[in-house]
């Protein structure tokens, strides 16, 4: 019981209120299955539910969840097609950020007590992913404009009201209706179609315990170390002034090593609750045994070995990284990826130290770029080589985002300078002499439509399942 000494009282509310989600999705699944009710009453339910966890959590300030669906689904009903997508992200996007001005500046600053902001965050992402689609009509059209319920049930449903993950909404539309597990056309190592893996429906019991299991080793681990390696201590004047410059490197990669499990249940268990309910299937492996995740957050060894800053970014909250890719860096003429990063900065919130940790992130991602670009060609003459540099940027890379990501956890802008002043801002200055003696060739179309299409692949994943089966 002492280890939950440290979590404060909201977090234990967002916890309870999670666990109970998770019970209702089980629920959900078993006794409003679609086989024996109608999708209206699903979404009743599933919006109702979401209500009901928005008020316990947050009282009368998860009115505003319902002002910004209200508010950007009037912009869509009233709107042209043609920049119905602009006005609805100036109107969301705007809605947040003056909530979260609101919460910071006039309530709590530094705090996160009752931030009911989080799940606006996750709100502003549905509504942008759902009108971009309507735009843009390439991977996974939406054919007609969802009624004010399904609207709000996509965007306030029990299963990801308080921490998402972001989902297509046809693929949540399919999940109501029961048509996401349709057969895909999958061939075996003899170039035959797997097909007795998809006549049943898939159950999500083992991908649940697995899920669990992991919610419960992360939550262990960060309860038994939030209070023995605080970032905060990076700052502290006796401990930079005494310490050896190896051992607060040492000490900074294990601090957040140590924050790092908090995200990891979070993200786990809300991917939980959605497969509890019948969501998030993606799939069957070639073994047949099914695939559920579809709207996975996180991969947690791709984090934890990740030889590259862009590797790391993209196991990390790896819906939002979808969305900013769709709706900025594709989209983004004039360089993609700082406006990506100010974009990320501006949707989490308004602390300075969101804005220092995605700037630093813009310079680390670039000359991580020139570097992958110019030097690793030299390394893959052999495996030993290869080994040699994938432990050294293994090394690279977490401290590079270790020393990019303190001012996020630290908010304010004068302890985030005192630390990068203690650090003489050494990383800030190799990197920019990495990107200003590597060149490198832009190649952003040419990734973009690649890692458009297969990531469109995995996330609208129902969608290519019903043009398969037709």
């Known amino acids: 019981m002492l280890l939950f000494l440290c979590v404060p009282p909201v977090q234990v509310n967002f916890v309870a209120c999670q666990v109970f989600a998770l019970l209702m999705a089980v629920w959900f699944r078993i006794y409003l299955h679609p086989s024996k009710t109608s999708p209206f009453i699903r979404h009743v339910v599933a919006t109702l539910l979401g209500f009901y966890l928005a008020l316990f959590c947050f009282g009368w300030y998860s009115l505003h969840f319902l002002m910004q669906s209200g508010l950007s689904y009037g912009v869509m009903v ?34 996160y007590s009752a931030d009911f902001t989080g799940p606006m965050m996750v709100i502003t992402q549905k509504i942008t992913s759902m009108v971009f689609e309507i735009h843009d009509g390439k991977t996974c059209v939406i054919v007609r404009m969802p009624s004010l319920l399904e609207y709000l049930s996509y965007n306030c449903n029990f299963m990801g009201i308080l ?29 035959k179609e797997n097909g007795k893996h998809q006549q049943i429906e898939p159950s999500p019991k083992n991908a649940v315990i697995s899920k669990l299991c992991t919610c419960a080793i992360s939550l262990a681990i960060y309860l038994s170390l939030c209070r023995v390696l605080p970032v905060e201590y990076t700052t502290n004047d006796d401990f930079v002034n005494s310490t050896p410059l190896h051992l607060q490197v040492v000490y900074l990669y294990l601090s957040m ?13 809300a991917d939980a ?53 769709r709706v900025c860096y594709e989209r983004c ?10 974009l990320s900065a501006m949707w989490h919130g308004v602390y ?7 700037l630093t992130g813009t310079t680390m991602t670039m000359a991580a770029r020139a570097i992958r670009h110019n030097i690793r060609p030299y390394f893959l003459v052999s495996d030993s080589y290869k080994l040699i540099y994938d432990v050294i940027t293994w090394i690279g890379t977490q401290i590079a985002i270790s020393y990019t990501v303190v001012p996020f956890v630290l908010l304010a802008v004068g302890p985030s300078l005192k630390f990068y002043t203690s650090w003489y801002f050494c990383l800030h200055i190799v990197c920019l002499l990495v990107v200003l003696a590597l060149p490198v060739k832009s190649r952003r179309r040419q990734e973009g439509l690649h890692d458009n299409q297969t990531e469109h692949n995995s996330t609208d994943n129902n969608c290519n399942q019903k043009d398969k089966a037709t």
Not at 88 to 93: E, K, S
Not at 333 to 342: K, Y
Not at 352 to 358: I, N, Q, V
């Open 257 to 269: 090593l140590a924050l790092r499990p908090k995200y990891y249940f979070v993200w786990t268990l």
């Open 163 to 191: 921490a998402g993950p972001t989902c297509s909404y046809n693929d949540y539309t399919a999940f109501i209706e029961g048509t996401c597990y349709q057969p895909r056309h999958q061939e075996n190592a003899n170039g």
């Open 352 to 358: 300075p130290g969101y804005y220092l940790t995605f």
């Open 333 to 342: 003429p004039i360089n993609p990826t700082a406006a990506t990063f100010l």
């Open 78 to 111: 009233f709107s042209g097609l043609e920049h119905m997508h602009k006005y609805c992200f100036i109107v969301t996007m705007g809605y947040l950020i003056l909530c979260q001005i609101t919460r910071v500046y006039v309530f709590d600053y530094g705090m």
């Open 273 to 325: 609750i959605n497969n509890a309910a019948g969501f998030g299937f993606s799939g069957y492996n070639k073994d047949g045994s099914p695939q559920w995740d579809l709207i996975s957050n996180v991969r947690i060894l791709g984090i934890e070995l990740a030889t590259s800053f862009k590797m790391f970014i993209d196991n990390w909250n790896i819906q939002t990284a979808l969305w900013l890719k």
